[in-house]
């Protein structure tokens, strides 16, 4: 199984300050045949269900403000949150979908410092 | 508006059976692969497994830890993915999302609740 590392385990970030989460999988999940990562950002809030976020590892979903960006390759990737808003405290999740069984990472809680 | 709503989750104890519902509307479900998720409370998320359309074999696939236990499936004419969850273990405690599946997941129901205890 590909094993989903995230770090930090939390962070704390003034609002309008950036936030940046870190996300690498045991193996890379490039796929070289269509040249797409296939890694995707989850976030959750408090009682609510997972919101996908970024898929393709940089491709945002529909109604994400801007202010959400993912970048990496491989094997190593980021989530960046460049100015923190209220909105934006919750868990964030790494998920790798190369290969069943899909995994995701531990998960990253975002506040407000 | 894509609509996932769980059902059937409950207090069961170990070595006991239960069977999830996902009632589903707003997008072609007979389309649609399937899958479901977990999270234990406090903890993150777990991939349980997930089901293919019909017409792409409907073949299922589960982690390691719930394979030979629990089964997924869908009725296509009930807009319905169900998961029946057989020999439960306390580990099994869980809110247990249905989500629609491209591999990421996109849509999911707010949950239900599974507790497994003596």
């Known amino acids: 199984d590909i094993v989903m590392t995230q770090s930090p385990d939390s962070l704390a970030v003034s609002l309008g300050e950036r936030a940046t989460i870190n996300c690498k999988s045991s193996?890379?999940?490039?796929?070289?045949?269509?040249?797409?990562?296939?890694l995707a950002w989850y976030q959750q809030k408090p009682g609510q269900p997972p919101n996908l976020v970024i898929n393709?590892?940089?491709t945002r979903e529909s109604g994400v403000p801007d202010r959400f960006s993912g970048s990496g390759s491989g094997t190593d990737f980021t989530l960046t949150i460049s100015s923190l808003q209220a909105e934006d405290v919750a868990v964030y999740y790494c998920?790798?979908?190369?290969?069943?069984?899909?995994?995701f990472g531990g998960g990253t809680k975002v506040e407000i410092k | 508006e894509v609509q996932l709503v769980e059902s059937g989750g409950g207090l069961v104890k170990p070595g006991g059976s239960l069977r999830l519902s996902c009632a589903a509307s707003?997008?072609?479900?007979?389309?649609?692969?399937m899958s479901w998720v977990r999270q234990a409370p406090g903890k993150g998320l777990e991939w349980v497994g997930r089901?293919?359309?019909?017409?792409?074999?409907?073949?299922?696939e589960y982690a390691a830890p719930v394979k030979g236990r629990f089964t997924i499936s869908r009725d296509d004419s009930k807009t319905t993915l169900y998961l029946q969850m057989n020999n439960l273990k306390t580990e099994d405690t869980a809110v247990y999302f249905c989500?629609?599946?491209?591999?990421?997941?996109?849509?999911w129901g707010q949950g239900t609740l599974v507790t497994v205890s003596s």
């Open positions: 989500t629609t599946y491209s591999g990421y997941n996109v849509d």
């Open positions: 707003g997008f072609t479900f007979n389309n649609a692969a």
């Open positions: 089901i293919k359309v019909n017409t792409d074999g409907g073949t299922v």
């Open positions: 193996q890379s999940v490039l796929y070289s045949s269509n040249n797409k990562n296939y």
């Open positions: 393709w590892a940089s």
């Open positions: 998920q790798q979908f190369y290969t069943t069984p899909v995994t």
